[in-house]
């Protein structure tokens, strides 16, 4: 096998990611239904995280985070860093609902995006929100739109 060959199989593993080691998968984090990390938890009993983002207000700073339980229900949190003093956010509007998808709010640093169906199936009604945490022990939500699934 010539150096050239040799050379162009380890370049091509490494653009790949092929290696001979198998890939790590990141443990998921589990909650309970206080926002509270707790990796020993049965299934019947914990969200697992499917969102996490850090942001900062005030000087401080925070994690913004949600869990999903296995009905596909979900629950939304807020601690500082390290699941610190983790607490549900006390929003019924989004705390009741299937969360479809949480992003940051691109004009507004402790703003994020929410979009919660209102039932698990289809022709349900769906509501985008925007959830500012600029004030986290008051957190503010306005309904930007709504519509129904499946139209």
Excluded at 70 to 88: F, M, N, R, Y
Excluded at 126 to 133: A, G, P, S
């Amino acid at each position: 096998m010539s150096k050239t060959t040799l050379f162009s199989g380890i370049t091509l593993s490494l653009i790949l990611g092929l290696s001979s080691s198998p890939p790590t998968v990141a443990q998921e984090i589990y909650i309970d239904n206080n926002c509270k990390q707790n990796q020993q938890l049965n299934e019947f009993d914990r969200f697992t995280i499917f969102y996490k983002s850090e942001f900062q207000t005030k000087g401080q700073t925070y994690w913004f985070y949600s869990g999903r339980y296995q009905d596909g229900s979900t629950i939304v949190c807020i601690s500082k860093p390290g699941l610190k003093q983790a607490k549900p956010l006390n929003i019924q509007q989004i705390q009741s609902g299937y969360i479809d998808k949480i992003g940051k709010d691109p004009r507004n640093k402790t703003a994020f995006l929410v979009t919660v169906r209102e039932g698990n199936g289809s022709y349900v009604p769906i509501f985008q929100y925007r959830l500012n945490l600029s004030t986290p022990s008051k957190p503010a939500l306005t309904k930007l739109r709504s519509w129904t699934s499946g139209q």
